[in-house]
């Protein structure tokens, strides 16, 4: 039996509200940074990586009921129809749904850093919550003066990734801050591209993205440069000996900016059709960071031995 139209859209419009692909940015974080500590020490705590991936999607849950909570006052998600706020009618309970996640997230973070007796875990994660605050919270909202993919940059590159590595093995590595570079782009990239379609409502509420700033169009001509960049630093890096070879595995995500670059570039001026656009650079994050951390994973093999990592 098909369900009625009117059903159907709603769970459409939940659905999208939740985006549940967007949880990517949770995940692989979590991934590449315990792939490089297994590279450099051979060792992975499981119990450590399942807790801070369970922190991190709560963390992340939080962000983003929290985010629909902030734009309802603003007036800028009026006319989004898969804001949380508008789907319930019911802010206070998305805001108290959304705390809740937050809580869940820095419990299990603060678990972690009890367990080893050591805080730094807790307060790289601290910062970088705060910068998702900062991002979006009265009275700041800094991603209304489009400092949103900065913010970004360092809390999803730097500061998660030297915690997850730190998680860990307890200690700093400069192959980590430099993966963590690549990651923190490619994350900032998502928020980036998701700002064409709504770029009408974004001038109208007064937040001046890169997008309203730049425009849509000279906006997707930056693109190519931008994922230029992404694999050309993972190239440098190889080149440097400071990646080993099997990270060039990423590479294997091109498809993904190229689709993304092309998409963009022929329909930057359609909201409707850029709408999803997101999307692409979501799984462009998703498979350039699995493969990365494959990379990682598999030059700490035995086969090692034989001159393959
Ligand atoms: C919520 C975010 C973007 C939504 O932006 P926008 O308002 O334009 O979108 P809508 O159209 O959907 O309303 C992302 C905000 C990213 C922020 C700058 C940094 C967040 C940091 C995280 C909370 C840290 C997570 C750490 C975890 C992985 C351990
Ligand atoms: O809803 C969105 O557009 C985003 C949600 C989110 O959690 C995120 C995280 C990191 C980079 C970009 C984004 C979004 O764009």
């Known amino acids: 039996m098909t369900a009625?139209?009117?059903?159907?859209?709603?769970?459409?419009?939940?659905l999208a509200a939740l985006k549940p692909p967007m949880y990517s940015v949770a995940v692989v974080p979590i991934w590449v940074g315990t792939a490089i500590a297994r590279w450099e020490t051979g060792e992975v705590d499981w119990g450590t990586f399942t807790q801070f991936l369970t922190a991190a999607i709560a963390i992340v849950a939080w962000s983003n009921i929290?985010?629909?909570?902030?734009?309802?006052?603003?007036?800028?998600?009026?006319?989004?129809?898969?804001?949380?706020?508008?789907?319930?009618?019911?802010?206070?309970?998305?805001?108290?749904?959304?705390?809740?996640?937050?809580?869940?997230?820095?419990?299990?973070?603060?678990?972690?850093?009890?367990?080893?007796?050591?805080i730094t875990v807790l307060a790289l994660i601290g910062a970088a919550c705060l910068l998702g605050y900062l991002y979006q919270g009265p009275p700041f909202r800094l991603g209304y003066q489009?400092?949103?993919e900065i913010l970004c940059?360092?809390?999803?590159?730097?500061?998660?990734?030297?915690?997850?590595?730190?998680?860990?093995?307890?200690?700093?590595?400069?192959?980590?801050?430099?993966?963590?570079i690549l990651l923190g782009w490619v994350t900032s990239?998502?928020?980036?591209?998701?700002?064409?379609?709504?770029?009408?409502?974004?001038?109208k509420a007064g937040k001046r993205s890169p997008i309203v700033r730049l425009g849509t169009a000279r906006g997707a001509q930056l693109l190519p440069g931008i994922c230029g960049i992404l694999f050309g630093l993972l190239l440098l890096f190889v080149l440097m000996g400071q990646f080993p070879v099997w990270t060039l595995l990423m590479g294997?995500?091109?498809?993904?900016?190229?689709?993304?670059?092309?998409?963009?570039?022929?329909?930057?001026?359609?909201?409707?059709?850029?709408?999803?656009?997101?999307?692409?650079?979501?799984?462009?994050?998703?498979?350039?960071?699995?493969?990365?951390?494959?990379?990682?994973?598999?030059?700490?093999?035995?086969?090692?031995?034989?001159?393959?990592?």
């Open 146 to 148: 489009g400092l949103g």
């Open 189 to 203: 990239l998502i928020l980036y591209c998701s700002h064409f379609h709504q770029v009408e409502d974004d001038r």
């Open 153 to 180: 940059f360092f809390a999803y590159g730097p500061i998660t990734l030297s915690a997850v590595y730190y998680s860990q093995t307890q200690s700093w590595s400069g192959v980590n801050l430099l993966a963590s």
């Open 66 to 118: 929290s985010n629909d909570v902030f734009d309802s006052e603003t007036g800028i998600d009026r006319n989004k129809h898969h804001s949380l706020v508008n789907l319930t009618a019911n802010k206070s309970l998305v805001f108290w749904i959304g705390n809740g996640c937050l809580l869940i997230g820095l419990g299990l973070i603060l678990r972690i850093a009890y367990d080893q007796q050591d």
């Open 4 to 14: 009625p139209p009117l059903e159907k859209s709603r769970r459409q419009l939940w």
């Open 252 to 309: 294997g995500s091109l498809p993904y900016a190229v689709k993304l670059c092309r998409f963009i570039g022929a329909h930057h001026h359609q909201p409707q059709l850029v709408q999803n656009c997101k999307f692409i650079a979501v799984a462009l994050h998703f498979w350039s960071g699995l493969l990365l951390g494959l990379g990682f994973m598999l030059a700490a093999q035995p086969w090692e031995s034989f001159g393959l990592a």
